[in-house]
């Protein structure tokens, strides 16, 4: 799931060589596709998850870069799993160093417990991992989107999040807010028909 940090370079965003009014007419012609906010790739380039990963990143304050991890939601879009999320999920390890955003940054912030496995790099962006996002989304996700994006999950065989795998990571997950919530939509999501993807 590691993407080349190459990939990303493809992300085309306002800057010395185009001003955003600039890059939303190229995306009129046909030349650029928006990707999220200020971030467009060219037309002729696939969206992959490093694509996906950096555009969000060009939209996290400088200092939260590579401090905070894109978690909940926002990482499942990344995977490829979630609708384009309004507002950019950051979770930042619990190490006692605190942090605030800046008015209207578009994002919200939370410290968490990590454990060894929970943060991977992607085009050298840290997101949580495929399991740990499971396991956040089936947790804290509006019900309804939770068991959609859940869904998507288990059908990407690369991400190697099946269900019962998912259950299992949240049973042993220790002083967790809501775990019997996420545990009860797990158990109702194996003993029926997964529900179709959410749209992108």
């Not at 993407?3 to 995306?27: I, Q």
């Not at 955003?101 to 962006?125: A, H, K, M, N």
Request: aromatic letters at 4%.
């Amino acid at each position: 799931m590691n993407d080349s940090p190459s990939a990303a370079a493809a992300l085309v965003v306002p800057g010395t060589a185009f001003v955003l009014a600039e890059l939303h007419a190229m995306k009129l012609d046909g030349v650029l596709v928006q990707v999220i906010g200020e971030a467009f790739r060219p037309a002729g380039i696939d969206e992959t998850p490093a694509l996906r990963a950096a555009a969000l990143q060009h939209h996290i304050p400088a200092a939260l870069t590579q401090r905070a991890a894109l978690g909940q939601l926002s990482a499942a879009w990344v995977y490829g799993c979630a609708p384009l999320p309004q507002v950019i999920a950051l979770l930042l390890g619990n190490d006692g160093n605190s942090a605030s955003l800046p008015p209207f940054s578009g994002c919200t912030v939370r410290q968490v417990y990590f454990e060894r496995f929970d943060v991977q790099g992607i085009g050298g962006v840290p997101v949580t991992s495929p399991l740990r996002t499971a396991l956040d989304v089936a947790r804290s996700a509006p019900e309804p989107l939770a068991r959609a994006v859940l869904a998507a999950m288990v059908r990407q065989p690369s991400l190697h999040c099946p269900l019962g795998r998912i259950r299992q990571a949240l049973r042993a997950a220790a002083h967790v807010p809501g775990k019997l919530r996420g545990q009860a939509l797990l158990q109702s999501m194996m003993d029926g028909p997964l529900p179709h993807s959410p749209p992108h």
